[in-house]
Structure formats: C-alpha cells, structure tokens
C-alpha cells in the first residue's frame, strides 16, 4: 500500500504560479512512476505530467513549456510547477503514483487538491 498526501492547492489569478507537493509513504520502494492528474467540473480526469523512477517526463500538450514535474527520491516526494496560469487550469489536482508488482500494474491516488485561478 501506498499513501499520498498533497498540498499546494489554491486559488491564483491568471499568469501567476502555484507549486503542488505531494509526499508517499507506505511501500514506497515499488513505486516506478509518479504523476499529476487533473479533473475539472463535468469533465474526465486527465493526465498532466508523469516522471518515471529514472526521471524520464511526459507532459499533456496542454500544460507543456508552462509546467514542470520534479522527484525527490530522498524525501519520497514530487512537485508540479505551475508557472502561467490559465482559468482552464482550473480543476482538482491529484497525485498519482504507479506500482509494478510482478506484471500487475497498481495505481495508487492522493486525495486532490483545489486549484481555481481566476481571470
């Protein structure tokens, strides 16, 4: 099992910055991947930005050149920066952290943070 706990939510005008924290613990030690999702009101929840145990990254289009996802193996933690900010950011954030257990994949998921920003 693995627990994720996020902060950093809020709420941000248009053009400002936010960072996102989000700390693991439990069976941290099988955890490969490490991500952001988002959902907004009415609307699917989508990928933002992954990175791998090796520091790989894949952002979604949408976010690319204005976010940036980060690890700190030692803390067990990551980070989404959020620089540029757009009203369609708006959505709750949730941190996601990926297992591979012989060919089983297990996600794993915080409990969303808030982030509004107004135009």
């Known amino acids: 099992q693995v627990q994720l706990v996020e902060s950093g939510g809020g709420l941000v005008q248009a053009g400002g910055s936010l960072r996102l924290s989000c700390a693991a613990s439990?069976?941290?030690?099988?955890?490969?991947?490490m991500g952001w999702y988002r959902q907004a009101p009415g609307k699917q929840r989508e990928l933002v930005a992954r990175?791998?145990?090796?520091?790989?990254?894949n952002y979604a289009d949408s976010v690319k050149g204005r976010f940036t996802i980060s690890r700190d193996n030692a803390k067990n933690t990551v980070y989404l920066q959020m620089n540029s900010l757009k009203p369609e950011d708006t959505a709750v954030y949730y941190c996601n952290a990926r297992r591979k257990i012989l060919v089983t994949l297990i996600d794993s998921w915080g409990q969303g943070t808030q982030v509004t920003v107004s135009s």
């Open positions: 990175i791998t145990s090796g520091g790989s990254v």
């Open positions: 439990g069976s941290i030690f099988s955890i490969n991947d």
